[in-house]
């Protein structure tokens, strides 16, 4: 009787063995499908970082040209009403546009600051 008994054990033990190796094979097949949809998810966030990294630095040199052509057309501005050929108004005006377009440069220089600091954090820096 005692040996019958120890087989009926094993053969539930092999049993419960067999369901615990397939619950564990769906468990692991299932953790390196995440860890592959993790990895596509990282190389898309860097190329995305990347890509806005790009536009920043676009917008950054566009603002640059805009501040230098702004900082142009107040020297003829202000020569011109040295001149008296226009009033103090319209220069005022250039001096309006050329506050906006500094304040632009600033805002596209912190958005370049920030999407460098963005893929940095991803490429862990």
Avoid: C, M
Wanted: without cysteine.
């Amino acid at each position: 009787p005692f040996a019958g008994a120890t087989l009926k054990w094993n053969v539930q033990d092999l049993l419960l063995n067999s369901q615990l190796v397939t619950q564990r094979l769906a468990h692991l097949l299932q953790s390196q499908e995440q860890l592959a949809l993790t990895e596509k998810q990282v190389v898309a966030d860097v190329e995305k970082a990347a890509r806005k990294l790009g536009h920043a630095r676009a917008l950054v040199n566009v603002a640059v040209k805009a501040v230098t052509f702004r900082k142009e057309e107040l020297g003829i501005q202000q020569n011109r009403y040295s001149n008296g050929l226009t009033t103090e108004t319209e220069v005022w005006s250039v001096k309006a546009l050329l506050a906006k377009s500094e304040a632009e440069l600033l805002a596209a220089q912190l958005n370049f600051r920030l999407a460098v600091t963005e893929l940095q954090t991803l490429r862990g820096e």
